[in-house]
C-alpha cells in the first residue's frame, strides 16, 4: 500500500487530492497550520474526513516539516499549502514569500535527507506568466510575474528545478491555471458570484458588486485538475506541466453562467465602473461595479496551452464551464438552505 502526504490538505484540491488517493487505495495523510474540526469541512463535505490522518504542518518551520516526513516515510507528496491570495500577496508580499517560496525550499531539503526516493508534486501558479501579452501559455515561455504571490511561485520553479537537476529529486511542478469548484474558499471571486447568485435567487441579497469584470481567465475544475497531479507523478521521469482548459472566459461570463443557473438572464448596461447587469425577467439591477474592488495589476487574458499534459499523461479536463459553475451555485443553494456559509 503507497502512502502519500499532502500539505495544504484542507483546500478545495487537498480534498478532492485526498479523496481520489484513497479510492486508488492509498493510505493518505495531511498537514495543514492547524487540525481544528472547523477546518475540515472540505473533507467532510466529501466524507473522507474519517479515512485522512491530519496533522499540524508548518512549511515555514524546518523541524515541523522533517518531523512528518520521518514519521511517515511518504511515497509521494504533494505540496498544496501555501498562500493562495493575489491581493493579500500586495499587503504581506514577505508572509507569501516566506510559505510560498522558502517553504518549498526548506521541504525540498527535508525531502532530500529524509525520504530522497518520494515523488514530489509541487503547485505552481498561472501567476507566474501573468505579465505576458501573448495567447495560450506553454511550459517553454518565459515566466513574468507581476505580484508577489506570482514571484513567489516562480521562486518556488527555481527551488524545484536546481533539486531536480542537481540531488535527482523526483519533483514535478503543476503550472495549475484557475480551478474552481463547490469547495473553493468563500474569499475568491468565484464563490463570491456563486454565492450571490443563490443568495439573491433566495431573496437573502439584492445585488452582487464586483470589480474589473472584463478579467479573463482560463477557469477548470478542481476536481479534474488533481487527476493530473497524480499522472505527474507516475511518469518515468520529472516534469513540468501546464494544467488548464485552453479556453478562456470573463468574469462578466462567469457570472452569466451562474444566473442562468438560477433562471436570470442578465442584460449588460454601461462601461466600466458604472456597468451593471439587469434581469431581463424583473428589470431589477443584480450586479453593479466598484472601483474598490479592483486589483492593483488587473491582467487580460491569462490561457493556457495543456498540450504537453494532454500528450504525455494522456490528460484531459473533464468538466465543462457552465456544468462547474452550476456545480456551485448547486452547492451554494444547498448550503444557505441548511442555515451553513
Known amino acids: 500500500m503507497k502512502t502519500a502526504l499532502i500539505t495544504g490538505i484542507f483546500g478545495q484540491d487537498g480534498a478532492y487530492l485526498a479523496k481520489s488517493l484513497l479510492k486508488s487505495g492509498y493510505r493518505v495523510f495531511g498537514g495543514d497550520l492547524s487540525t481544528a474540526p472547523e477546518y475540515q469541512s472540505n473533507l467532510k463535505y466529501l466524507k473522507a474526513d474519517k479515512d485522512v490522518s491530519v496533522f499540524k504542518l508548518d512549511l515555514t518551520d524546518s523541524k515541523s516539516i522533517i518531523k512528518a516526513l520521518k514519521k511517515f516515510r511518504p511515497d509521494e507528496v504533494y505540496n498544496l499549502a501555501g498562500q493562495s491570495s493575489v491581493s493579500l500577496s500586495f499587503r504581506k508580499p514577505g508572509l507569501t514569500k516566506a510559505i510560498n517560496a522558502a517553504g518549498v525550499n526548506k521541504l525540498l531539503t527535508a525531502a532530500g535527507s529524509e525520504c530522497p526516493q518520494a515523488r514530489i508534486f509541487q503547485a505552481s501558479s498561472a501567476e507566474i506568466y501573468a505579465g505576458l501579452?501573448?495567447?495560450?501559455?506553454?511550459?517553454?515561455?518565459?515566466?513574468?510575474?507581476?505580484?508577489?504571490?506570482?514571484?513567489?511561485?516562480?521562486?518556488?520553479?527555481?527551488?524545484?528545478?536546481?533539486?531536480?537537476?542537481?540531488?535527482?529529486?523526483?519533483?514535478?511542478?503543476?503550472i495549475l491555471f484557475n480551478h474552481e469548484s463547490p469547495l473553493r474558499g468563500t474569499g475568491f471571486v468565484t464563490r463570491k458570484i456563486s454565492g450571490a447568485a443563490a443568495a439573491i435567487s433566495l431573496g437573502l441579497q439584492e445585488y452582487l458588486v464586483l470589480g474589473n469584470i472584463s478579467v479573463e481567465r482560463d477557469w477548470g475544475y478542481a476536481g479534474d485538475y488533481v487527476e493530473a497531479m497524480r499522472l505527474m507523478l507516475g511518469q518515468e521521469a520529472?516534469?513540468?506541466?501546464?494544467?488548464?482548459?485552453?479556453?478562456?472566459?470573463s468574469v462578466r461570463g462567469f457570472v452569466d453562467a451562474a444566473f442562468a443557473y438560477v433562471g436570470e438572464r442578465l442584460d449588460w448596461m454601461g462601461k466600466g465602473v458604472k456597468e451593471i447587469g439587469v434581469s431581463r425577467r424583473s428589470g431589477r439591477t443584480l450586479v453593479k461595479v466598484s472601483a474598490e474592488f479592483y486589483r492593483p495589476t488587473d491582467t487580460g487574458a491569462l490561457i493556457g496551452n495543456p498540450g504537453r499534459a494532454r500528450r504525455r499523461l494522456g490528460w484531459a479536463p473533464e468538466t465543462g464551464f457552465e456544468d462547474m459553475v452550476g456545480m456551485m451555485v448547486e452547492a451554494d443553494l444547498r448550503r444557505l438552505k441548511a442555515g451553513k456559509k
Not at 507581476?146 to 542537481?166: N, T, V
Open 238 to 249: 520529472p516534469s513540468d506541466y501546464v494544467i488548464a482548459t485552453g479556453r478562456s472566459h
Open 133 to 174: 501579452k501573448k495567447g495560450k501559455i506553454k511550459e517553454s515561455d518565459k515566466p513574468r510575474p507581476i505580484s508577489p504571490y506570482g514571484e513567489s511561485k516562480l521562486m518556488a520553479q527555481k527551488h524545484l528545478e536546481r533539486f531536480r537537476d542537481k540531488y535527482g529529486l523526483f519533483a514535478c511542478s503543476g
